[in-house]
């Protein structure tokens, strides 16, 4: 049957939350625990290696924006849902939610969905960006598209190009349709402290989530 017309006994557990919010953390910590994740990421980088394009964030955004325009707003979460089918397990988190098409999709093929907001201050996301190192990360140099009008002046300090870059790319997924799919979350956690502090609670949250899912996972 086709995956639009099939509910899925699986539960899916979201992040959602702007870039460098801390959703790759929150992931790490599932990984630890056991749990499955998919990063809505991962499909377009996948896409952008078939065009053999670099991982820039110009090209990724890109490659999300055509997506979505040739197959819809829930593109990349049927193509999630596929991964998430194929493995076969009770719970599958999902990393990087960018829309409220993406949640609803989840909410209307598993079983149960959650979807948990990750939240930290604009500071701290760009710091940690800037920390993490992937190539679609903004950064201090000028890559932006020159035939946007919104382009990036190379004028500008190293530092100033970065959260220019940051806040370009935040505009582009939330015009994705992110900002009313943070609305949307069930559950909220914020980033604002140290990171074993977040580590911390994201763990709990997770044990309340598999706790509420049953004695199935694990046993």
């Known amino acids: 049957m086709a995956i639009d017309t099939v509910v899925n006994q699986m539960k899916i557990i979201g992040f959602v939350g702007l870039p460098g919010s801390g959703k790759g953390a929150a992931s790490q910590i599932a990984r630890q625990q056991g749990l499955p994740v998919l990063v809505m990421g991962d499909i377009i980088r996948e ?23 040739k197959d819809g707003p829930a593109a990349i979460a049927k193509r999630i849902m596929e991964k998430a089918r194929s493995l076969g397990e009770e719970v599958v988190v999902v990393d990087g939610l960018r829309s409220k098409d993406e949640a609803d999709f989840f909410r209307a093929h ?14 701290a996301r760009l710091k940690w960006l800037a920390s ?20 990036i002046s190379s004028c500008l300090e190293p530092d100033r190009r970065a959260a220019a870059a940051l806040e370009a790319r935040e505009c582009r997924e ?12 069930d559950l909220k956690l914020r980033n604002d402290g ?9 763990k709990k949250l997770l044990d309340v989530l598999e706790a509420r899912y049953g004695p199935e996972k694990g046993s």
């Open 132 to 151: 993490r190192g992937r190539p679609d990360d903004p950064k201090g140099r000028d890559e932006t598209d020159p035939t946007d009008p919104k382009v």
């Open 194 to 202: 140290s990171l074993e502090d977040f580590q911390r609670n994201v």
């Open 47 to 69: 896409e952008a290696a078939k065009a053999g394009l670099e991982n820039t964030d110009l090209n990724l955004g890109k490659i999300g924006t055509a997506l979505r325009a």
């Open 174 to 185: 939330l015009s994705w349709g992110m900002n009313e799919a943070m609305k949307s979350a």
């Open 110 to 123: 598993a079983e149960e969905f959650h979807l948990i907001e990750v939240c930290a201050p604009a500071d």
